[in-house]
């Protein structure tokens, strides 16, 4: 049974940095991409920073120079160091699972159902003076 488990979430002021981690089980972790999905209130699901199973980046522009993804295959975790935290950062962060190696990762809203074939429970950061 694949299961995700995130934490690491938070209350952190404006400004402020927090390091998410997702650990994961059920599965070959080092053969599968892995990304980080953010659900802003009011707002749709929104893709965040994605990690193919080569350790291959990539951010949305939103989050670029902030956010850096990575991943230890060795103790099937993913993590997502978050700095200079902005109030729109504010969202449950969800730890997802593409099924394939690499491959398209990008994706808003329903979209993001579809594309990632696992997802954790999700881990609340709130951006907050």
């Known amino acids: 049974q694949v299961q995700l488990v995130e934490s690491g979430g938070g209350l952190v002021q404006p400004g402020g940095s927090l390091t998410l981690s997702c650990t994961a089980s059920g599965f070959n972790f080092s053969r599968y991409a892995m990304a980080w999905v953010r659900q802003v209130p009011g707002k749709g699901l929104e893709w965040t920073s994605y990690?193919?199973?080569?350790?291959?980046?990539d951010h949305a522009d939103f989050v670029k120079a902030r956010f850096t993804i990575s991943r230890d295959n060795a103790k099937n975790s993913m993590y997502l160091q978050m700095r200079n935290l902005q109030h729109d950062d504010t969202a449950v962060y969800y730890c997802t699972k593409l099924p394939a190696f690499d491959g398209r990762y990008y994706c808003f809203g329903d979209d993001c159902r579809r594309l990632y074939d696992a997802w954790g429970q999700g881990t609340q950061v709130t951006v907050s003076s």
């Open positions: 990690i193919s199973g080569a350790g291959r980046v």
